[in-house]
């Protein structure tokens, strides 16, 4: 099968969130490549008339869809999967409809909100307007932690976005300041004080599979110090923050009823948003053992030393063969070599 690997133009300067990209690109054409595919990648920017000739061009049987952003925008990451549907094209991952109301963070956890499906309440910047009839919680005191609604890859995102003292008029104060600096949209969410786990979902014959589940090992971390993954813990190697957020995928046994919980949540949010190939829930869990939905990312990385690969690898599924599944689960099964 003739695969196109759709990615972001990554320019040398460009930050290491971005740069990681090309780590996907070269992991994904390894595997391909492996499974015996032809494989071309395709690198866009804003300009998507030469984006549309590239891939008439190119006539891929399916494309291969690692678009994480368009233009440093991650607000824009829904709009190459559209032009695939325009253009007629299978790709792989999330269809156009999922990948936009799960980037859109406020959208996401008002669709969440109807569906009876546990997400921390919130409140947004004046920059940032309601798609839904489900009111965000005025007046939201701490603890509280602010967020941009688009961006990703805790973008933005340090010790500093959370608020622990004060009341409403605090969070309300920070808050406008937080989206007066950054010129974006944002919100404030319930802070979950407590444990965070990420669920790995791949698709299979049978339908979506829950990798191993993974949680975030805050043990390091010194009191009063905000137990969240921020940038520097996932992008600042060196950082101490990089090196004391270690995943684990061991539980003792009293932790299998809440497991199978957020098992249980993953599903549903693959359900009520309608996912295809793979994609990654995050939780935060409170000191009641309850399970809160922060985010569904339709996208998750696919480096090797990324969390999806390392739940792959202790679900004892290899890599290729998971790539070949992601195909398959965009009807990439009917052209395969």
């Not at 499906?117 to 509280?144: D, E, F, R, Y």
Request: one cysteine or more; glycine letters at 8%; aromatic letters at 8%.
């Amino acid at each position: 099968m003739d695969v196109a690997i759709l990615h972001p133009h990554v320019p040398p300067d460009a930050p290491l969130d971005d740069q990681d990209t090309l780590v996907q690109v070269q992991a994904v054409r390894e595997a391909l490549e492996q499974l015996g595919h032809g494989v071309r990648s395709i690198a866009f920017t804003l300009d998507l008339a030469a984006l549309r000739r590239d891939l008439l061009a190119a006539r891929p049987h399916i494309a291969f869809n690692l678009a994480e952003s368009l233009g440093g925008a991650d607000a824009l990451q829904y709009v190459p999967p559209a032009l695939l549907d325009t253009l007629g094209v299978r790709y792989t991952g999330c269809p156009t409809e999922a990948v936009f109301q799960t980037t859109h963070k406020l959208l996401a956890k008002q669709i969440l909100s109807l569906a009876g499906l546990p997400t921390p309440a919130w409140t947004p910047s004046h920059l940032s307007v309601p798609h839904s009839s489900v009111l965000p919680s005025p007046g939201l005191a701490p603890p509280c932690i602010l967020k941009a609604v688009w961006e990703h890859a805790s973008c933005g995102l340090d010790d500093g976005n959370v608020i622990l003292q004060g009341d409403a008029s605090v969070v309300a104060g920070r808050l406008a300041e937080f989206a007066a600096r950054s010129g974006r949209p944002c919100f404030a969410e319930q802070f979950v004080e407590g444990r965070e786990f990420n669920l790995a979902i791949l698709e299979g014959p049978r339908g979506p599979e829950l990798l191993r589940p993974a949680e975030i090992d805050f043990a390091a971390f010194p009191p009063g110090k905000p137990r969240i993954v921020g940038h520097r813990a996932k992008w600042v190697a060196g950082s101490f923050e990089f090196d004391h957020t270690p995943r684990r995928f061991d539980f003792p046994d009293q932790d299998r009823p809440l497991l199978a919980r957020l098992g249980d949540l993953a599903l549903a949010c693959w359900r009520q948003f309608g996912l295809r190939g793979y994609a990654r829930v995050d939780f935060r869990v409170d000191s009641r053992h309850e399970p809160w939905i922060l985010e569904i990312n339709t996208n998750p990385c696919l480096a090797p030393d990324a969390g999806f690969a390392a739940a792959l690898a202790r679900s004892g599924i290899p890599y290729p063969q998971a790539i070949q599944r992601i195909l398959d689960a965009a009807g990439g099964f009917t052209e395969r070599s």
